[in-house]
Structures are given as structure tokens and as C-alpha cells.
């Protein structure tokens, strides 16, 4: 299904999984919806709207089909280059989730990948799932006899899957066309109380030290349309109903106290300055 914004000569399409998606043709700011002509040059391929959300302007080179199917197709690479520290990461956020709920319970991981954070919440008694575009992906969650689902979040997912304690997003936001509306349907699959985990790449520290990278393959994902700072983010989640309960920095490869250091700052100043940030918010209840 097919609408025009007569304000904005924004043409929006109605896909399959009930998320919009916008004309390339006619970009608009994915927070404030500003035209991108209004918008000035950022970190390279992306522009920055007056709001603070920077945002690529144009067409992505690349299919999610192409780009996964190539990434996922390799399991000796995936566990040699992220499997072991990836493990260790996704364990401390999961016994932190634990902690802020009280309990264990549903957890759904959109663009769950190989599954390597469903199998760690599983091994500390969660009971999981996942949902990806890939299919190389999914086969392999299923290999590891976790229980995944092909194809893109919501509208793939099977009616039989109703509410979740936790859902997670793990650098995965970064790729998607229209945020709020996925975060909207994160708050209707959540159970009262349930949280949502989000790991996003952080404009605040990319955007001065991206330039020393530059060379270097992976630090933009040829995906990613959209970067976030910890203020968009915070943006977004109010207006999908959350409440931001706690930012942790990530992507630091150093000592427990650099981490700790970075958690002081952000307490301080209300900004990350960390290569990456998980958030952690909590649905609100309604009448609140």
C-alpha cells in the first residue's frame, strides 16, 4: 500500500511486516522528518539534520540479502574474528538485564545473527528467540538448536509468539528505515515491566575519531543508514513509549575501569563519549 504526505511530497509504502518505509526519492529526517536538503555534511556518505540525527541521504549500495548471505557464510571466520569476546560481552550484558528485572523469562533477539548472544541468555535460563533476514543465519541458530525464525521482524514472526520479558537489538537499529515504528512494536510484544536492549555505534565518538579508521574494513557497516548519539536514541525511545534506564559504554577493549571511567562521564556530562553504547529501556505502563 502506497500514501503521500501532501506536506512534504513523502511517499510511504505499507510492507508485508506493517512497518513504513520511505521513497528514496524524497529522504526526510528519520526523528524530526525534515527534508535532507536542510540537512549539512557529516561523518562521509551521511548528513546531519539540525535535530542532532545524522542519516545516509541516499540509497544503500548494497542488498541485506547480498551482505548477509556473504557474511554468515563462513562459521571457522565468524567464531576466529568475534566468537570468544563476543561471548564474554554478551554474558555481562545478560546477567545485567537479569539484575535490572529481577528475573529471567522471554527474550527475543531481532537480527540475531549466528545466535551467539541467544545461546549465552539460554545457558543462564532464559528461554530464547530469534528472528533474522538471513537464512545462512537462521540455519546456523538452528544447528545450535536454538529456536529462530526467518525473515523481518514483526510481520515474520509467528502469531504464536506473543510477549517477551526482553527484547534486544544488537547493532542492528543502525540499518533500519523507519526506528520509530520498530520501536513501537518492541513496546506492543513486551510484557509489563520488560525491557528493550539496544547496542548502537556512537556519533559522539565517531564522528572525531572516525577519520583515524578510515582504512580500516568495519567500521561502518555498508548497511547502516541511520548513526545515533545517546541523545537521538533517548529521543526515539520516549517517543515510543520507553523509559531510558541505564547506558553502559561499549566497545572498549581495555580494563573493567575504563568502563567504569566512561560510566562516570556519561552520569556527569549526559553524553557517551565510548565507541559504542547499549541502553537499556523499560516500557512504560500505560497512565503513567
Known sequence: MTTVNSTSSRVTELRADGLRTQSMSAVLCPLCESDHLSATPSIPGRVRCACGMVYMAAPRSISHSGYFESEYSNAERLEKFYGHRRRKRFLRLIDEVSRRLGRTGRWLDIGCGCGDLLLEARGRGWECSGIDCSPCAVAMTRQRGLRTFAGHFPGDLPKSECRYDAISMIYMLEEVQDPKSLLQECKKR???????????????????????????????????????????????????????????????????????????????????????????????????
Do not use: M
Open 190 to 288: 513486551l510484557k509489563s515491566n520488560g525491557v528493550l536492549v539496544l547496542e548502537l555505534k556512537n556519533f559522539s565518538f565517531w564522528v572525531h575519531a572516525e577519520g583515524f579508521f578510515r582504512s580500516r574494513r568495519g567500521i561502518w557497516c555498508p548497511l547502516d543508514i541511520r548513526t545515533y548519539s545517546l541523545s537521538t536514541i533517548a529521543r526515539f525511545l520516549e517517543a515510543a513509549g520507553f523509559e531510558v534506564v541505564t547506558v553502559i559504554p561499549s566497545g572498549l577493549k581495555g580494563s573493567p575501569g575504563l568502563t567504569q571511567l566512561f560510566s562516570v562521564g556519561i552520569a556527569i556530562t549526559k553524553r557517551a563519549f565510548s565507541p559504542s553504547v547499549i541502553v537499556i529501556a523499560r516500557a512504560e505502563e500505560k497512565g503513567q
